[in-house]
């Protein structure tokens, strides 16, 4: 990949650019934040400020700054302070700045004046004010209440700050409604099963590459995606001097490219390649002694398709490697692997010898594209199981978990205090994406229905069942996009009698509403905080408004649920409002809130609280008072301690990582229990080919595929582009002229990557238009033939083919032309069912190419 210098001039530049964006400056000031260095360059706050926030346009949520001048922001950078991102930000955070100042942005609430819904429909929107607005949700709400089903109520969120559990989980519950639907699972949560059903952390995990002396990239780009971005492009140059660097992706990653191996495997065959590299650290006796254990007496018996005795093997740190080895990896060669995932023996023993020799400190990097398939959930943990086997998992230069951030949490007891007993019955009714089911276990944390099925939803929705929708209120989310299946989620959005979204700007789920609401821009117009991680650090980190609101917008989490609370009160229904008052009160004078603005900032000041008032060791940054924590804009931790979960200590069944999971033993067993049945049922139900003891431990399970070979003889991978801020950036300029920042794509135009072999055989050029189709739905963009692409598969970022948003995103709005295809219009409707997941990923959406 090559990016010109003028190009790379105007990536680092182009922030300043921003006061004149879309016509919006009435005046050329000095850009002071872009001056020469010198004795002209001024600091004065008169010429400009550095004000701190927070850049969400990933889940690395990165601690920044940004530069205001005369009320304009004009560049970001990384906030200075901060030990995860090194004050530094990667090319999301100069985007935002075209976001804030978009002209398509909703500007006041509008109202639905055509009763028809659907895709195509114009709702013939009308512009009314806010009281209107207020009064008419307020009043669908009521009638719920007055008809004892408040659970017909649905909150929907999207991405979010952690303000989120006033909206999210407070409103809601006191209302009386099950039905708060998070996007959780579009992202990762099969990436989480992998993790917790092994190590017991349901989280995404920090890695040490500073100190790593081999880095496994596997499913994921963390150089453009994937939680520790600005981290990894400041590291990981200096680590391809010191470790190997391998990428396990059937396409050509911007870390594949710089990598010293890549393995382009068959989508969906990660449990084989896992299985293979775990057999030769076995069989080679590579495995790391330490936190594994031996033999008894020193001999290794592990050896091709010979069944070990469990009692000659001592274990340290570890569960049932054993039995691991007997049930799942003893007859996975190097060699079947390679037949199975297209990999040569000869790589997958080079990669596996690697990684024994520098071991333990391995980061074994595991992504979406491992575990968000329709059987992903194995490869998860097979994946993940590696780092176990080279003694890397809480250790230096491997995978770590996180130091502690000490806020407080929602006050359970007042929200149960202001439950009416309408509230309290109807709160624990079945959720509308029907988590729990003896087909979709969704065993978070190892609970039957513990986690989330967002894509499932749609199908409650649209069943009625366990019951109807009526009122739907959704914030930062765009799920008619953002999900595979877009038709059944058009078609469910249409079926809702009465639909609320808060949001920037016009999108897909928007044509669907009744009443429009404009919301604040997350980074730049409003409050709120994240928690996030990298380099061993833990950061606290504030979103504060830097600059006013050109428009009347509120804060979707906060300001909202206290404008209907206050509406729902004048209507009798005063618990909601009793509960907000009540719980977040300024932690500093009790003072009850008056105003949403009050409100706002008495509940951020109510989390945060711990790390600033000064009266705890918070085993990180000293902070003196809420106006220093504003100042700073975030809170560091300390450095993580490796080994913490080391000696017992790991949060599984048996306090250790575990090969043979009897933490997923037991919650398997407690779904089964739940409905009647055994195991064996509820892996067959869950669309799973393992019975009996296999259902235990990490192994490999075939690809599901919708479609068959003859008919759909390729693979469609889907990737993020290293330019997308969470799926909100297509409506930027900058995100189409810069799109060839990824490897292999083509600015300004939506790029299908396909391998020259396949490309010839098809008599497809470079640059033409070529149809895609899947059984799930069919496009058309623009060919771009490339070697960095597995035969046999194309690939696409996703973000483009927006049929309802802004002037830059979507062809004619009115029509609902797009540019491109949306890739979830490709992706058929499918779930990974023991986590809840989307699968988007491993081979399951089979399409074909037609040359226009």
Wanted: net charge neutral; charged share 25%; hydrophobic share 35%.
């Amino acid at each position: 990949m090559k990016i010109k210098r003028r190009d790379f001039l105007k990536l680092t530049a182009m922030a300043g650019a921003a006061v004149a964006v879309n016509g919006y400056a009435q005046s050329e000031p000095e850009m002071n934040s872009l001056a020469p260095l010198g004795a002209d360059r001024t600091s004065s706050p008169e010429i400009g400020e550095w004000k701190p926030t927070t850049c969400q346009g990933c889940t690395t949520w990165c601690p920044a700054e940004v530069f205001v001048q005369e009320g304009r922001a004009v560049k970001v950078r990384g906030n200075r302070y901060s030990k995860q991102n090194d004050g530094t930000v990667c090319p999301r955070g100069h985007l935002s700045l075209q976001q804030v100042y978009d002209p398509d942005r909703i500007k006041q609430p509008m109202k639905r004046t055509n009763p028809e819904k659907g895709r195509g429909v114009d709702p013939k929107f009308v512009p009314i004010s806010w009281d209107e607005a207020l009064n008419t949700i307020a009043d669908k709400m009521m009638a719920l209440r007055e008809a004892e089903e408040p659970e017909k109520f649905c909150l929907m969120r999207g991405r979010y700050t952690y303000l989120r559990d006033i909206i999210y989980d407070v409103m809601p519950k006191v209302f009386g409604s099950p039905n708060n639907i998070s996007h959780s699972s579009t992202c990762a949560e099969a990436e989480k099963f992998g993790a917790f059903y092994t190590e017991g952390y349901w989280d995404y995990r920090d890695y040490d590459i500073s100190n790593s002396k081999y880095i496994l990239i596997w499913g994921c780009d963390p150089v453009a995606s994937n939680r520790m971005v600005p981290a990894t492009i400041r590291r990981l140059g200096d680590a391809l001097d010191r470790a190997t660097v391998a990428t396990v992706d059937p396409r050509l990653t911007t870390s594949a490219a710089k990598a010293n191996e890549w393995l382009p495997l068959q989508p969906g065959t990660d449990g084989a390649l896992a299985l293979g590299i775990a057999h030769v650290l076995l069989s080679s006796g590579a495995w790391n002694k330490e936190f594994v254990g031996d033999f008894a007496d020193g001999t290794n018996l592990f050896k091709v398709g010979a069944t070990v005795d469990e009692a000659s093997f001592i274990e340290k740190e570890t569960n049932g490697v054993v039995r691991w080895w007997n049930l799942a990896v003893k007859d996975m060669t190097a060699a079947k692997a390679a037949e199975i995932c297209g990999i040569p023996e000869d790589q997958i023993v080079r990669v596996a010898k690697g990684l024994g020799e520098a071991a333990p400190n391995v980061a074994v990097w595991m992504g979406p594209g491992a575990a968000m398939q329709a059987r992903g959930a194995y490869s998860a943990m097979a994946v993940h199981a590696l780092g176990g086997l080279l003694g890397s998992i809480d250790n230096e230069g491997g995978s770590l978990q996180t130091a502690k951030i000490p806020v407080n949490k929602l006050n359970a007891d007042l929200l149960g205090k202001h439950q009416d007993e309408l509230a309290k019955k109807h709160s624990k009714l079945e959720k509308i994406d029907q988590r729990g089911r003896l087909e979709l276990p969704v065993i978070a944390k190892g609970k039957s229905g513990g986690g989330v099925s967002t894509n499932n939803a749609a199908k409650g929705i649209l069943n009625k069942d366990p019951n109807e929708i009526k009122v739907l209120v959704g914030y930062m989310n765009n799920f008619p996009f953002s999900c595979n299946g877009t038709d059944l989620w058009e078609e469910a959005l249409s079926s809702v009698p009465f639909t609320v979204h808060l949001t920037t700007n016009a999108s897909e789920f928007t044509v669907f509403a009744d009443i429009v609401l404009p919301c604040t821009v997350n980074m730049y117009e409003r409050y709120g905080f994240v928690k996030t991680k990298a380099n061993r650090y833990a950061t606290c980190t504030l979103l504060q408004p830097v600059v006013k609101p050109f428009w009347d917008v509120i804060d979707d989490e906060s300001a909202f649920p206290f404008l209907i609370s206050e509406k729902l009160k004048e209507r009798g229904f005063s618990n909601l409002y009793d509960c907000l008052v009540e719980m977040y009160s300024d932690p500093e004078t009790g003072a009850k809130a008056t105003t949403p603005e009050e409100f706002t900032l008495f509940a951020l000041k109510y989390y945060t609280h711990p790390l600033w008032d000064g009266k705890k060791d918070t085993h990180g940054d000293k902070i003196n008072g809420w106006s220093e924590m504003l100042e700073k804009g975030m809170w560091n931790s300390g450095a993580y301690k490796y080994k913490s979960h080391w000696g017992g200590k790991f949060a599984t069944t048996t306090k250790k990582f575990e090969f043979y999971s009897e933490t997923l033993k037991k919650a398997l067993a407690g779904h089964a229990e739940k409905h009647n049945v055994d195991v064996d049922t509820v892996m067959q139900k869950s669309n799973y080919t393992a019975r009996g003891e296999l259902a235990f431990v990490p192994h490999y399970e075939p690809p599901l595929r919708h479609g068959s070979e003859q008919e759909y003889p390729f693979v469609f991978i889907d990737y993020k582009s290293r330019l997308n801020r969470e799926g909100r950036s297509q409506n930027s300029p900058w995100y189409y002229e810069f799109k060839h920042v990824d490897p292999g794509d083509v600015g300004h135009q939506d790029s299908l990557r396909i391998h020259p072999t396949d490309a010839k055989k098809l008599g497809i050029s470079n640059g033409d238009k070529v149809k895609i189709t899947s059984m799930g739905g069919s496009g058309e963009c623009v060919a771009r033939v490339w070697e960095g692409v597995r035969p046999g598969t194309v690939s696409k970022a996703y973000g483009q083919g927006h049929w309802a948003y802004g002037r830059t995103a979507t062809d004619d709005f009115m029509k609902s032309a797009t540019k491109g295809v949306n890739n979830n219009t490709i992706i058929p409707w499918e779930l990974e069912r023991l986590s809840g997941s989307n699968a988007r990923n491993g081979g399951h959406a089979a399409v074909r190419i037609e040359k226009i």
